[in-house]
């Protein structure tokens, strides 16, 4: 039995990449360049991000690879899971699932944040917390289950669009809403921001934050196939698709095959059963969030996921001032080894994320709040400082390249590029410039930028994330231990002098 998205209901077990790949001819409405896109498996714009997506299914079938990424699923024999999917209930556990997130990362180099391990965030919690779900609660459980087992594809649209949002969310034409409750469904209208990578996806999951609603018209949470009717996902400019036209992957080996395209995902009157419903009322849904328990998950993933980016990055960086000649400078090295220690930074908080564990309906555990309300609020400045750091010190470096790999190829440049464009130590120009371009790519191009853009937005308002971490320090009663710690200190003088008793005897014995 197909579901609505051509996706196998009857066979257990992960999916292939095969599956995969063959899911996402469906019939989908994508559109881009004022264009529908008959095939995103073919289509430039797409292609090589599938195939990147299509190596994490292949991962989770190689021997290799295995005990690594998947655990056997609790009461199911013989069938296995991606660890973060399956919600924890020790330490060893929940570092075991961080190190497979690691693990996926390291298949992009840390540079595609969607990936289908991602949404175990979300998805991990729906088992242990399906009592949060009500009369949906069946729903959650048979999507914890089937997640598990299968290991759909699931995009997220949580954010409202950035319109009208100085407006009553309630009476918005924009934002996602009910236009119809039948005894078989919801039919569905309105826009969500951003879906990134959703035209790749197998589903979405729908649910809201940083809004609260009275009208229950706006509450539902739910989840929809990518190719059911009436969901519509308008693209932005895709730099895969542009690279594959105007340069080659010796030029730009990021843009060309990690292009996670955003897009508008728009949906018109579409249909969605009960059976995938999760919450709908304006009580439960503006409890989502709060309640979930995938918030800090979230947050692990990401921290986790951009710790080996930093790692690939820092690793160019130290490649880009040896070819340079510069890396004895001790200014340079001071740059480097900034970089370098920004990388610790993330990774000890995605170690005290996962090792810090917080208890979470009696038998599971989440990963540290604290620590993930660190990473929330400095990853953005660290990854931009970063960046800075590379084009202050690696300079023009980045910029005296020639403009294509078939400059090389022509036998009548060849020559004066072999001479004059060649790296320093021993670094012929071809090795020189094929470093250079990577590292370009990554912090100068329209793709580098946007993960910028990306990372300093990763986890929603830069203002938001300073925000709530000092209301959940407020409400945890954090601010009140560190406020207590400075008045004990105040206590122990006054305009009199020594008022600490140890230091009042020692003072009157004198």
Known sequence: MMDR???????????????????LRDGREVWINGERVEDVTEHPAFRNAALMNARFYDALHDPKLRDKLTVEIDGAPGLRCHRFFQAPRTVEEQVA????????????????????????????????????????????????NFSRERLPFINHAVVNPPVDRNQDPNTSNVFVR??????????????????T???????????HYNVMYQDKKYSPIFMIPTGAKGVKLICRTSYEQAVSKNGSPFDYPLSSRMDENDCILIFDRAFVPWQDVFMYGVEMSNSFIQKSGFFGRTLMHGCTRLAVKMDFICGLFLKAVEICGTRDFQGVQGAVGEAIALRHMLWGLSDSMAYRTENWNEEFLLPNLESALAYRATAGDAYSRVINLIRKTVASGLIYLPSHAKD??????RPFLDQYARGS?????????????LLWDAIGTEFGSRHELYEVNYSGSYEKSRLDTLHIASHSGRTEQM??????????????GWTAPDFKKAYAAR
């Open 425 to 437: 130590n021993g670094i012929d120009a071809e090795e020189r410039a094929k470093t250079l371009k």
């Open 97 to 144: 699932a961080r190190d497979a997130i690691a693990e996926t990362a390291r298949l992009s180099y840390g540079w595609m944040g969607r990936t289908p391990d991602f949404k175990g965030a979300w998805i991990g919690t729906f088992g242990p917390n399906r009592d949060l779900y009500g009369e949906y609660a069946e729903n959650a459980t048979r999507w914890y």
């Open 408 to 413: 090389f190829l022509n036998p009548e440049v």
């Open 197 to 207: 990578g959703a035209a790749l996806t197998q589903y979405t999951f729908v649910a």
């Open 5 to 23: 998205n051509g996706f196998s209901l009857d066979r257990r077990g992960l999916q292939t990449s095969q599956e995969y790949l063959a899911s």
């Open 178 to 195: 009910v236009d119809e409750e039948t005894a078989d469904g919801l039919y569905i209208s309105g826009a969500k921001v951003v879906a």
């Open 483 to 496: 406020r207590a710690l400075a008045e004990q200190c105040m206590a122990e003088y006054d305009l009199n």
